[in-house]
């Protein structure tokens, strides 16, 4: 058990929906990622926040946006879901931000998206 | 930009031999380098990392792997398979955007299967 937690575990949806996914990080740790892994496309960072601000970006669409509350905790929200966004969103926590050499990745479960 | 190259989608060893996960990277800075594995309907677990100093690096489970600078490699290795290895293997390159923050790029994995 890393101590990242993500709910739901499964999420069922039909194209044009919106939902949004939820991620708990380890206690302590400032740092949430979020990953798309899809079979057409491998495992892909999307974005970061460190203690409430967004930090990094990476190949996430303009549909998908993300938020990190006061308590930590985070969401990744998908609107306009279509048929390709079907995969496993994961979230990672990290104590902090950048290339400290202990600065490790701790993944959750992940959240399982079908999209019919 | 960074990327990895994993190569061998599916890698199948028997029991009590030597796992050999080949990965191959790019990057324009001194590379951190990570094995992660992923057991089924599981989330990703750090296997080990280099960040600096010896090349030759230790992980869980009896794993290890050589950081080779001239190859650009980072191999992954086991001496003796076990059952309990079975699972999909990535690895990755951290990268530095401009701002200091690291994100992380993934290989496509390899699914390793141990046969009895």
């Known amino acids: 058990d890393s101590g990242v937690t993500q709910t739901p575990k499964h999420l069922i949806t039909a194209t044009g929906q919106r939902v949004t996914l939820r991620c708990s990080p380890r206690?302590?740790?400032?740092?949430v990622y979020w990953y798309q892994q899809s079979l057409d496309q491998g495992l892909q960072f999307l974005i970061q926040?460190?203690?409430?601000?967004?930090?990094a970006k990476g190949n996430i669409l303009e549909r998908f946006s993300a938020q990190q509350f006061p308590d930590l905790h985070s969401e990744l929200n998908l609107s306009s879901l279509e048929l390709g966004d079907s995969a496993l969103y994961f979230c990672?926590?990290?104590?902090?931000?950048?290339?400290?050499?202990?600065?490790?990745?701790?993944f959750g479960p992940g959240t399982r998206l079908t999209v019919l | 930009a960074q990327s990895v190259t994993q190569l061998g989608s599916h890698v199948s060893v028997s029991e009590g031999a030597l796992v050999l996960l080949r990965c191959n990277y790019s990057?324009?800075?001194?590379?951190?380098l990570f094995w992660y594995v992923q057991y089924p309907n599981q989330g990703l677990q750090l296997l080990l990392k280099?960040?600096?100093?010896?090349?030759l690096v230790k992980g869980i489970n009896g794993f290890e792997a050589e950081f080779k600078k001239s190859e650009t490699s980072f191999h992954l290795t086991k001496p003796s398979a076990h059952m309990s290895d079975a699972a999909e293997y990535f690895c990755?390159?951290?990268?530095?955007?401009?701002?200091?923050?690291?994100?992380?790029?993934f290989g496509t994995g390899t699914r390793l299967t141990i046969i009895p």
């Open positions: 990672a926590s990290s104590a902090f931000s950048g290339r400290e050499a202990y600065n490790e990745q701790f």
């Open positions: 990755a390159v951290s990268d530095l955007d401009d701002f200091g923050n690291e994100k992380l790029t």
């Open positions: 206690s302590g740790d400032l740092s």
């Open positions: 280099y960040t600096t100093g010896a090349t």
């Open positions: 926040y460190y203690n409430g601000e967004e930090r």
């Open positions: 990057s324009s800075v001194p590379p951190y």
